[in-house]
């Protein structure tokens, strides 16, 4: 066969020298891709290859690729609102440094292993430097293996599952706890990997996905100490933060809500069908633990920081083994419709979940059950534009709402007094241009809920400059009265200063 | 009546060949062309110089499949450091309705497409458009064969097609090597006529029995900035039909 070549690319070497006679110009010549003993015909201006050996491709390699980021910002309150001492006071100052390293090899075009660690420094102090604080927190971040068969991709290890259409949104796309204490990031660099076995395929137009995640990871929160705790001073009970040392507060936080977690192998279960076409199409079920405490508290003890007569009471109940507080993880089905399509310059994303049970809390912080539709849609950019957007709106519907009962951050307190079905709607926009060839980037991103008129924004500019480096500072603000889902937060307003380099 | 009918067969047969001799070359030069490589991966390096006279550096692997008919491509990026890991897929579509292009991006775990409005403009901020990828712009069956030109001392088929409702270009002319069936050079011109790019190769190698493009150059005209592709490496795929789906796009 090479012999064959090799006479044909002799024969028709001469035959373009003789085309070529009369032109001044020598003709492009052919290289060959690898190295080779070049020979030239006699008679002939064409240098060919020969057909050897040393055309044969190359046995496949494994192939490494090393990757990594770092970011760090630094953030002050544009207001010191609480004095030094005070119950959740406020923190006025804020560091974060997180970086990424991880490594991924392709060892065969079947087999591929991805290896990342992960690592966040923190600090944060009070008013005066009161309560310094800090932490390191190490963890590993996706640490999978992948193997690629021609009807079904399998993954096995530390990972993403994404579900349903909208990518930050989708109430689907539960599998994967969030980290809570993030505020200044991307949203989707709060989802954490979890250990999970996932399978993906397709059948003819569908594809499908089915995933089980063993073990319990739950969201990642403060509860109390933090601008982003559950705990701000709005909340009914107030906590003193003031008598636990700074030092163990980081560490205490984790499981101060817990009693109980869900036992090893009890885990989450999904599967998610869709059929690709102009408009994609799908349905998806999850069945799984919820990733926030369901806490139940004694009332007494919700005052025992705070008076000492309760706090005796509740020291003799404890005592003779009452329980006084109890907080596990409830289990919840999610099924979901999803669907996207191209609609002019942009996609339209659309999911709808209903979910017979979930968990929400009245304005006392009791826990209730309710099952709840919820329902988000987003139109975000789909096409290379100096104007950057997306626009998102999300509802939720919570039936058969007690007459007495009000449901914490999602409606107002003018809700109770008549049975009644919960509205929370919320909208979300993102808006920025690009100038300067991409290097230079303006943005604002906007997050509204009518019923009780919250707010937050977060203005930003954005250099990159340098190829991999970004140099940002931007702006939050919060606004709305305490029991709105912005206002809860409105004391934490800030300014902020960063970088992100993305290394290799 | 019967010396009139064959006539007129063998005229509608001549003319029948030369249509698809047209659209053959097309085909064959598309397989060549600058990020269409049917049957092969390779490592390819973009160097894309603004206007201001800044270059950028972007390194990827791309491979095309014929499947169904339809020319399926990939490309996946490995540097710079902003866009490794993100994989786009380019689905040649049915006359007229341009081609389905998905983007993986790593960052969001997701597949997302490109709106149709958006293929005629670059690709992953190259001179090189997501039409570049899948196409020369044109329809091969739409094809027109004009007289013969010699392009670096070459001897060129020259070809002219217009671009459908989907493409980013009013009018393409193709000089197309007989030798090799590499394009040696394209021009663009825009839905007004205006010239926009200008594609050259500027380099030929040979890679077993096939001769493409080692090296070449898209000039946008309008924008003056330049992207340069070099292929670093070149190999027969291995890839199957399903590396070609949305589903292998994060594979990495």
């Given at each position: 066969m090479f012999k064959v070549s090799w006479l044909l690319l002799l024969c028709a070497a001469p035959a373009f020298a003789q085309d070529d006679a009369g032109v001044d110009e020598p003709a492009m010549q052919v290289e060959a891709f690898e190295s080779f003993e070049e020979v030239v015909d006699a008679?002939?201006?064409?240098?060919?290859?020969?057909?050897?050996?040393?055309?044969?491709?190359?046995?496949?390699?494994?192939?490494?690729?090393?990757?990594?980021?770092?970011?760090?910002?630094?953030?002050?309150?544009?207001?010191?609102?609480?004095?030094?001492?005070?119950?959740?006071?406020?923190?006025?100052?804020?560091?974060?440094?997180?970086?990424?390293?991880?490594?991924?090899?392709?060892?065969?075009?079947?087999?591929?292993?991805?290896?990342?660690?992960?690592?966040?420094?923190?600090?944060?102090?009070?008013?005066?430097?009161?309560?310094?604080?800090?932490?390191?927190?190490?963890?590993?971040?996706?640490?999978?293996?992948?193997?690629?068969?021609?009807?079904?991709?399998?993954?096995?290890?530390?990972?993403?599952?994404?579900?349903?259409?909208?990518?930050?949104?989708?109430?689907?796309?539960?599998?994967?706890?969030?980290?809570?204490?993030?505020?200044?990031?991307?949203?989707?660099?709060?989802?954490?990997?979890?250990?999970?076995?996932?399978?993906?395929?397709?059948?003819?137009?569908?594809?499908?996905?089915?995933?089980?995640?063993?073990?319990f990871t739950p969201h990642r929160l403060f509860v109390f100490g933090q601008d982003e705790g559950i705990a701000q001073p709005a909340f009914g009970r107030s906590l003193d933060n003031t008598r636990i040392d700074p030092s163990v507060e980081d560490y205490l936080q984790d499981r101060v809500l817990e009693t109980q977690r869900p036992a090893p192998f009890a885990g989450d279960l999904a599967l998610r069908v869709l059929r690709k076409g102009r408009v994609n199409v799908g349905a998806s079920w999850v069945w799984m633990n919820e990733k926030l405490a369901r806490v139940t508290m004694d009332r007494e003890l919700a005052q025992a920081f705070t008076s000492q007569a309760a706090a005796l009471s509740v020291l003799n109940r404890a005592?003779?083994?009452?329980?006084?507080?109890?907080?596990?993880?409830?289990?919840?089905?999610?099924?979901?419709?999803?669907?996207?399509?191209?609609?002019?310059?942009?996609?339209?994303?659309?999911?709808?979940?209903?979910?017979?049970?979930?968990?929400?809390?009245?304005?006392?912080?009791?826990?209730?059950?309710?099952?709840?539709?919820?329902?988000?849609?987003?139109?975000?950019?789909?096409?290379?534009?100096?104007?950057?957007?997306?626009?998102?709106?999300?509802?939720?519907?919570?039936?058969?709402?007690?007459?007495?009962?009000?449901?914490?951050?999602?409606?107002?307190?003018?809700?109770?007094?008549?049975?009644?079905?919960?509205?929370?709607?919320?909208?979300?926009?993102?808006?920025?241009?690009?100038?300067?060839?991409?290097?230079?980037?303006?943005?604002?991103?906007?997050?509204?809920?009518?019923?009780?008129r919250s707010f937050s924004i977060s203005p930003r500019v954005t250099w990159q400059g340098v190829e991999g480096l970004k140099i940002f500072a931007s702006a939050e603000f919060f606004e709305g009265n305490p029991w709105s889902p912005f206002g809860y937060f409105s004391r934490n307003d800030r300014v902020l200063v960063g970088a992100r380099y993305d290394f290799f | 009546m019967m010396r009139v009918t064959l006539m007129g067969a063998l005229l509608a047969a001549s003319v029948a060949l030369a249509d698809e001799s047209a659209a053959d070359i097309s085909r064959k030069a598309r397989e060549r062309g600058a990020l269409n490589l049917v049957g092969l991966t390779a490592e390819l390096k973009l160097v894309t110089t603004g206007a201001d006279g800044k270059a950028r550096e972007q390194v990827l692997s791309s491979s095309s499949r014929d499947i169904g008919g339809k020319s399926h491509a990939l490309a996946r990026f490995s540097q710079p450091a902003g866009v490794s890991g993100v994989a786009v897929l380019t689905i040649a579509g049915e006359q007229g309705q341009g081609d389905d292009v998905a983007l993986y991006l790593p960052k969001l775990k997701r597949v997302r497409k490109v709106a149709k409005s958006d293929r005629g403009k670059a690709f992953m901020d190259t001179d090189f458009s997501y039409a570049d990828i899948g196409s020369n712009g044109t329809r091969d069956e739409d094809t027109k064969r004009l007289a013969d030109e010699k392009v670096e001392g070459r001897d060129c088929f020259v070809l002219s097609g217009k671009g459908d409702e989907s493409s980013p270009y009013g009018e393409v002319k193709m000089f197309v090597d007989k030798?090799?069936?590499?394009?040696?050079?394209?021009?663009?011109?825009?839905?007004?006529?205006?010239?926009?790019?200008?594609?050259?190769?500027?380099?030929?190698?040979?890679?077993?029995?096939?001769?493409?493009?080692?090296?070449?150059?898209?000039?946008?005209?309008?924008?003056?900035?330049?992207?340069?592709?070099?292929?670093?490496?070149?190999?027969?795929?291995?890839?199957?039909?399903?590396?070609f789906t949305e589903r292998a796009l994060e594979r990495g």
């Open positions: 008679g002939s201006s064409l240098t060919v290859a020969p057909v050897l050996e040393a055309f044969e491709s190359k046995p496949w390699q494994p192939t490494v690729r090393v990757y990594g980021w770092t970011s760090a910002y630094v953030a002050l309150d544009t207001r010191f609102d609480s004095p030094r001492g005070v119950a959740l006071a406020e923190n006025v100052a804020e560091a974060r440094l997180k970086a990424v390293l991880g490594v991924d090899v392709k060892l065969t075009e079947w087999v591929r292993v991805v290896l990342e660690g992960r690592a966040q420094v923190r600090g944060a102090t009070q008013r005066d430097f009161d309560r310094l604080k800090g932490f390191f927190e190490p963890m590993l971040g996706d640490a999978y293996v992948d193997l690629y068969t021609s009807k079904v991709d399998l993954r096995v290890g530390n990972q993403r599952i994404p579900l349903g259409a909208n990518a930050a949104l989708a109430p689907a796309d539960a599998l994967n706890p969030r980290d809570l204490r993030e505020s200044a990031g991307e949203p989707e660099d709060a989802l954490l990997p979890v250990f999970a076995v996932r399978a993906q395929g397709e059948l003819g137009q569908l594809s499908w996905l089915a995933a089980y995640v063993p073990f005592q003779s083994g009452e329980t006084l507080y109890r907080g596990f993880y409830g289990r919840q089905h999610l099924f979901s419709a999803e669907g996207s399509a191209l609609i002019g310059p942009g996609q339209l994303d659309v999911d709808v979940t209903y979910s017979p049970r979930q968990t929400f809390y009245d304005a006392d912080f009791n826990p209730v059950d309710k099952q709840s539709i919820t329902w988000v849609a987003s139109f975000s950019q789909a096409s290379d534009s100096p104007v950057l957007y997306s626009l998102s709106y999300l509802g939720m519907a919570i039936p058969d709402i007690g007459a007495r009962e009000q449901l914490m951050l999602l409606e107002p307190a003018t809700a109770a007094g008549a049975p009644h079905t919960a509205f929370f709607h919320l909208f979300i926009g993102f808006i920025g241009v690009s100038l300067w060839d991409k290097r230079f980037e303006l943005s604002v991103r906007a997050a509204f809920e009518p019923v009780q | 030798q090799t069936y590499v394009p040696m050079k394209v021009e663009y011109a825009d839905k007004a006529g205006k010239p926009l790019k200008r594609y050259r190769t500027l380099k030929l190698k040979q890679f077993k029995e096939r001769v493409l493009a080692a090296e070449s150059l898209m000039e946008n005209l309008q924008s003056n900035s330049k992207t340069q592709m070099t292929v670093l490496k070149l190999e027969d795929s291995t890839l199957g039909d399903d590396a």
